[in-house]
């Protein structure tokens, strides 16, 4: 199937990447040249500017943003709209907010455009593992789009069949879903995000008592001395706690067992404040993941082990890069 790429960053070019493995036909075009030749190199084609690519693509055409939500991802559609014809599909594989998602599929409905926006999840490992795809939109237009869906996303793999669900009830345990109409994608991938925070917290907060067990403000026959890059390889085997996130944080600790390259500088995104604001508008109690942004906000005034574990998990899963020890030192934001 063809497909264009707007964004040709750490996600974006890595999902075009994977897509050609598997012998899809990637249009990709970036703000900047050399993502662009890099791709066409691997076997993509190359698109310098939006409207090279919308006459590249062959009708009915597909185009997945991979752009930073809000400005840049409402002047990208707003461009690909004006060069797209009826039947066409936009698709918006970034963090953006629901509620803009929901306002753009209306307006590009009037032109004959269909939305879909795709939460999606998988950061700089996605090229190899799969990406996991939360989807809205119009059911007929994501099931044309089932092919590429299906190629993102990570399979069932070796994780056992949950019990009792039945073979073959939908697509959830290849990787994706199609989770209702528009903006019910990003909902999902919001909340998805919110609860993130919430479990990053909880393995910084846990590792940081660990890791201030020798306080001399404990009595000294109370005080241990633990060897953190060691417990956490434990926990990946057999115990409760094992997660992607927590196998992570072991080669993390393993690289540095003091995090001592991580500033503790923990920045947020946005979808941890959504996730929040829904909270609200549901009058839902969501205590543990208003606690954890919250954390984040701290983490600008003053560092601590916790913070650099945060930092940490962000830069494994996502290459998100913090500032450097130096950068933050003395607390305040900068």
Not at 14 to 42: F, I, K, T, W, Y
Not at 61 to 84: C, I, N, Y
Not at 189 to 218: P, T
Request: include cysteine; charged fraction near 25%; aromatic fraction near 8%.
């Amino acid at each position: 199937m063809q497909i264009g790429i707007v964004g040709l960053g750490r996600m974006g070019g890595n999902m075009a990447r994977r897509l050609l493995r598997a012998g899809h036909e990637v249009v990709g075009h970036n703000h900047s040249r050399p993502p662009v030749e890099r791709l066409a190199q691997d076997g993509g084609v190359a698109a310098f500017t939006l409207e090279e690519l919308a006459g590249k693509l062959k009708p009915p055409r597909a185009a997945w943003l991979m752009v930073p939500a809000g400005d840049a991802t409402e002047s990208t559609v707003r461009a690909l709209a004006s060069l797209f014809a009826q039947g066409d599909v936009i698709i918006d594989g970034g963090n953006s907010y629901y509620k803009d998602d929901v306002r753009r599929a209306a307006i590009l409905r009037e032109k004959g455009i269909h939305y879909v926006d795709a939460g999606t999840s998988g950061g700089i490992w996605g090229l190899d593992r799969g990406y996991c795809l939360m989807i809205g939109g119009e059911t007929e237009v994501v099931k044309r789009l089932d092919p590429i869906f299906r190629t993102l996303a990570p399979g069932a793999g070796d994780i056992p069949r949950t019990p009792g669900r039945p073979a073959g009830l939908g697509t959830a345990e290849q990787g994706y879903l199609h989770c209702g109409p528009s903006g019910a994608g990003h909902f999902v991938k919001m909340v998805h995000n919110g609860i993130e925070y919430g479990v990053m917290q909880a393995y910084a907060e846990g590792l940081d008592v660990l890791f201030s067990a020798d306080s001399k403000n404990l009595p000294e026959g109370h005080r241990f001395q633990f060897d953190l890059p060691e417990i956490t390889e434990l926990w990946r085997r057999g115990s409760v706690i094992g997660s992607w996130l927590l196998d992570l944080t072991a080669s993390a600790l393993i690289e540095h067992p003091k995090l001592e390259k991580y500033s503790g500088y923990v920045q947020d995104s946005g979808e941890g404040r959504w996730t929040i604001q829904a909270a609200i508008e549901e009058s839902v109690p969501a205590n543990v993941l208003s606690a954890a942004l919250f954390s984040r906000f701290r983490s600008r005034r003053e560092q601590s082990f916790a913070d650099k574990v945060l930092s940490a998990m962000r830069e494994k899963f996502g290459g998100h890069i913090e500032r450097s020890t130096s950068a933050a030192s003395g607390g305040g934001e900068r």
